[in-house]
Antibody, heavy 120, light 106 residues
Framework: EVQLVESGGGLVQPGRSLRLSCAAS????????MQWVRQVPGKGLEWVSG????????AYTDSVKGRFTISRDNAKNSLYLQMSSLRAEDAALYYC?????????????WGQGTLVTVSS | DIVMTQSPATLSVSPGERATLSCRAS??????LAWYQRKPGQAPRLLIH???TRATGIPARFSGSGSGTEFTLTISSLQSEDSAIYYC????????FGQGTKVEIK
């Protein structure tokens, strides 16, 4: 069974940093690209970032470019999102998702999400 | 960015009736269109990809159609467990989502 479990969310002050993690199991992790997608409570979904199976390709939505860094450790079956210079508008539920056809494809499995709150 | 527009915002349908959800892209996305179902407190669930291919384990009452800029998700006989918000997503370019259609059971 495919499982994606996010962690690392919490309350952080504007301008500070936070690192999200996603532990994957139930599939061959390094066969797949991965993504982070977020949802502001009560709002729609927004693709944030994607990474290819071998980390050769990464991509970001414009609003997080230069502030967020996606990475993965295939030996640990883990995906990460390093978030810096956080803003109030980055507050959201962050989902880790598996992308079967590349970092910019649809996502076939999603985690339950980890909540990031940005407030002073 | 490609803008995805879903209609209606809310759809109220009786059990056993057909529900038809629409999604329009601001430019052609070919068949690179997916549909997701999201229930409160749950992760999004992939229903359809490639505009019309049902994902693994998705009941046959869910079907997708369209190409280019106009797409439809049809639930042929609505069940109570289908109450949810449905999102379309294009992935012809970097992914973008529609704002969602809430399906309510009448």
């Amino acid at each position: 069974e495919v499982q994606l479990v996010e962690s690392g969310g919490g309350l952080v002050q504007p301008g500070r940093s936070l690192r999200l993690s996603c532990a994957a199991s139930g599939f061959i992790f390094d066969d797949y690209a991965m993504q982070w997608v977020r949802q502001v409570p009560g709002k729609g979904l927004e693709w944030v970032s994607g990474i290819s199976w071998n980390s050769a390709t990464t991509a970001y939505t414009d609003s997080v470019k230069g502030r967020f860094t996606i990475s993965r450790d295939n030996a640990k079956n883990s995906l990460y999102l390093q978030m810096s210079s956080l803003r109030a508008e980055d507050a959201a539920l962050y989902y880790c998702a598996r992308a079967p056809y590349g970092s910019g494809s649809f996502a076939d499995y999603w985690g339950q999400g980890t909540l990031v709150t940005v407030s002073s | 960015d490609i803008v995805m527009t879903q209609s209606p915002a809310t759809l109220s349908v009786s059990p056993g009736e057909r529900a038809t959800l629409s999604c329009r892209a601001s430019e052609s996305v070919s068949s690179h269109l997916a549909w997701y179902q999201r229930k409160p407190g749950q992760a999004p669930r992939l229903l359809i990809h490639g505009a019309s291919t049902r994902a693994t384990g998705i009941p046959a009452r869910f079907s997708g159609s369209g190409s280019g800029t106009e797409f439809t998700l049809t639930i042929s006989s609505l069940q109570s467990e289908d109450s949810a918000i449905y999102y379309c997503q294009q992935y012809n370019n970097w992914p973008t989502f529609g704002q969602g259609t809430k399906v309510e059971i009448k």
